[in-house]
């Protein structure tokens, strides 16, 4: 599930995720060339959750990766099918 508040250029966007406890979760997206480099954080809740400042006016495409073998798109997103045969969750801002 992901929580969009926008603020004139900016949107902030908080991405949330229920998995097993223990999984690793990054959130890998367009807007950094797919880099590795936002690892979710557990909150109290049981959910992991990350918060990103993107520019407004964009498509964004990302997926979520766990423990570095498994890609899954976000439920609450439409989906855009990849070059690669895989599908990618995408968002408006």
């Known amino acids: 599930m ?3 508040t926008v603020n004139g250029k900016k949107a902030w966007i908080t991405f949330n995720i229920k998995l097993d406890q223990g ?5 890998l997206g367009s ?3 797919w880099e590795k480099k936002n690892t979710m954080k557990l909150k109290k809740d049981g ?9 407004t006016g964009k498509h964004y495409e ?6 570095d073998k498994e890609w899954i798109c976000d439920d609450s997103t439409d989906f855009i099918e990849t070059e690669f045969g895989s599908k990618n969750s995408i968002i408006k801002i």
Not at 23 to 27: A, G, P, Q, R, S
Not at 62 to 67: C, K, P, Q, R
């Open 62 to 67: 990302f997926g979520y990766l766990i423990n």
């Open 31 to 33: 807007w950094d060339n």
């Open 23 to 27: 999984d690793k979760v990054e959130l």
């Open 47 to 55: 959910n992991l959750a990350i918060t990103k400042v993107l520019p």
């Open 2 to 4: 992901i929580k969009i």
